[in-house]
């Protein structure tokens, strides 16, 4: 049965104080030491075990982890949990950590959603540093996911809730879900156990890829078996650097043997992400923070002007209006036949659409006057004031193009200066019509 609160341990030296999880292979409760006015956290085995075959096995496992971890606490690791004690009670073994506070990455993707690359990749590279220091000491950590990663209120992260002796499947439980937290665990985690540094890598990695998306990978096993592939996480967040994608997709490599073989190698590859790490210390914190809050406000005073204070340059439309009005009423005047105006619109549509041949347009839009105009005026003068039109229409369409197109895209340009050449022509036909009707 598990303890119950405000049960003494050692002689009164420790009083549980309640259960803070209890998994297939251990207990970890919440507790006070006494002498140190400290809170402190023990972790057990589950006692129901007991009557495993394997039980012996693991006890040992468990004993031989836990003063190895103790022995890593002499010289204390910034990103590594503090070991305190290693006793036992009655037929219990107990390891003594310390208390964390702060929230983990769960809680923290949950209340924010997705982080931001900047904030989390200084985190993942302390977890990973701590890790290569776990596997230089011969252990594997086997559960380093969002659950087990706790983020301080100082800027730092630390590793908690060592997946001790993981690779002993107890026969009296299920496989499914004890072999590492579904979802961060490769599968040769969980098929056959495996205790290889890769596997931390791969933890690791797929923590980092649920923190900058805030959704949980595929899981390797559904890789495995059914062939599902993983969502690259740039394909969910594409603010995400190229780099941090990169490293995170070859840190999640399915096979081990294609993912980086030692921490220390994916590191290098993560260090390509370039984030700025937070700093260490309180008042460093507060002036990183004040620097970057700077860069992320410079671009609001501009946005709301980009939206609702468009330019519209309204003399070069009003030019572009009456050039294609006098046009427009130069046509009707002459009685140009409808393949004429045809033709005078298509033109009108074209350089709206592609204002770098303006001048060739001009020369066509010169001959379609003239033609329309040779049967009734002396072909000289329709010559000059066809050029003169052309060109006044040219130049008008070119410079209200290129002031349209500093706050609008080509096609809005392009359906604006379509829209009020068509209107010119109109308005130029309906002129001549009211000035002349009853002659």
């Not at 209120?153 to 993981?166: C, E, H, Y």
Request: proline share 6%.
């Amino acid at each position: 049965m598990p303890w119950i609160a405000r049960q003494q341990l050692q002689g009164g030296k420790y009083i549980i104080e309640q259960v803070l999880g209890q998994g297939g292979f251990g207990i970890t409760y919440k507790a006070l030491h006494v002498e140190l006015n400290q809170t402190v956290v023990i972790k057990t085995p589950n006692e129901y075990l007991s009557h495993d075959p394997e039980y012996e096995k693991y006890i040992e496992r468990f004993i031989q982890e836990g003063r190895t971890l103790a022995k890593l606490s002499q010289d204390p690791h910034p990103y590594i949990v503090g070991v305190i004690d290693f006793f036992r009670e009655g037929a219990t073994q107990c390891l003594v950590m310390d208390f964390v506070e702060g929230e983990n990455l769960f809680e923290a993707v949950r209340r924010r959603g997705a982080l931001p690359e900047a904030e989390i990749v200084p985190y993942i590279r302390q977890i990973g540093e701590a890790l290569s220091v776990v596997h230089q000491a011969g252990l594997v950590h086997r559960d380093a996911h969002p659950g087990n990663i706790m983020v301080r209120r100082n800027g730092k992260a630390v590793l908690i809730d060592f997946g001790i002796a993981k690779e002993l499947l107890p026969k009296t439980l299920s496989s499914k879900g004890i072999a590492g937290n579904e979802g961060f665990a490769p599968y040769e985690q969980m098929s056959r156990g495996s205790r290889e540094p890769t596997v931390d890598v791969y933890c690791l990695v797929a923590t980092l890829y649920y923190a900058v998306t805030g959704q949980r990978p595929t899981t390797s096993l559904a890789r495995k078996l059914d062939n599902t592939f993983l969502i690259p996480p740039k394909q969910i967040n594409p603010s995400i650097s190229d780099q941090l994608n990169q490293a995170i997709l070859k840190g999640m490599a399915l096979e081990a043997k294609d993912r980086p073989q030692s921490m220390q190698v994916w590191l290098t590859m993560l260090e390509q992400a370039k984030a700025t790490p937070p700093p260490s210390v309180a008042p460093v914190h507060k002036k990183e923070v004040v620097r970057s809050k700077a860069k992320l406000l410079e671009p609001i005073p501009s946005k709301p002007s980009t939206k609702s204070s468009k330019i519209i340059p309204w003399g070069w439309l009003i030019g572009v209006l009456l050039s294609y009005l006098f046009t427009g009423y130069l046509l009707a005047a002459s009685n140009a036949p409808y393949i004429v105006w045809a033709v005078v619109g298509a033109v009108a549509v074209a350089v709206a659409r592609a204002r770098g041949v303006v001048w060739a347009v001009a020369v066509v839009w010169a001959v379609a006057v003239v033609w329309a105009v040779a049967g009734t005026v002396a072909v000289a003068v329709v010559w000059a004031v066809a050029v003169a039109v052309a060109v006044a229409v040219a130049v008008a369409v070119a410079g209200a193009g290129d002031e349209l197109q500093k706050s609008f895209s080509k096609f809005h340009t392009f359906l604006i200066l379509a829209s009020t050449s068509s209107l010119g022509l109109g308005l130029g036909w309906l002129g001549h019509r009211i000035f002349n009707t009853g002659t």
